[in-house]
C-alpha cells in the first residue's frame, strides 16, 4: 500500500508536511540567491534593451539611406511643412478658415435685426410706429 501512495502522490511526500501545518525548510542562502537572481534579470533586461538600440539605429540608418537614395522625407518633415503651409495666409486661395475673417466683416446678427425692425416699422401706421420707437 505504501508503493500505491507514494506513486500516487510523486514528489509531493515533503511538501505534504508544509501543507499540513510544519515547519518550512529554510534555505540559509536564499536572500543571497534572490538577490544573484534578480541582479541576473536587470543585467538581462539591459542587455536586451541595449541590443535592440544597436537594431533600431541600423534600421534607421537603412531607412535614412532610402531616403536620401529617392529625395524622400521623413514623416516628422512632412507634418511640420504641412502645418506651416495651414498656418501661412493664402493671398489667391478661395476658402480659409473661418478665424481669418476680420473684424467688421462677414455677418453681424444685430446689423439684420435692426434693419428688419427698421423694415417693419416702415410699413406701420404712424401711431403704432410711435409706440415702438418709445
Excluded: N, W
Excluded at 538600440?53 to 532610402?66: G, L, N, S
Amino acid at each position: 500500500m505504501d508503493f500505491v501512495m507514494k506513486q500516487a502522490l510523486g514528489g509531493a511526500t515533503k511538501d505534504m508536511g508544509k501543507m499540513l501545518g510544519g515547519e518550512e525548510e529554510k534555505d540559509p542562502d536564499a536572500q543571497k540567491k534572490e538577490e544573484e537572481r534578480q541582479e541576473a534579470l536587470r543585467q538581462q533586461e539591459e542587455e536586451r534593451k541595449a541590443k535592440h538600440a544597436r537594431m533600431e539605429a541600423e534600421r534607421e540608418k537603412v531607412r535614412q539611406q532610402i531616403r536620401d537614395k529617392y529625395g524622400l522625407k521623413k514623416k516628422e518633415e512632412k507634418e511640420a511643412e504641412e502645418k506651416a503651409a495651414m498656418e501661412q495666409p493664402c493671398e489667391g486661395s478661395l476658402t480659409r478658415p473661418k478665424k481669418a475673417i476680420p473684424v467688421g466683416c462677414g455677418d453681424d446678427d444685430e446689423e439684420e435685426e435692426e434693419s428688419i425692425l427698421d423694415t417693419v416699422l416702415k410699413y406701420l401706421p404712424g401711431p403704432l410706429q410711435d409706440m415702438f420707437k418709445k
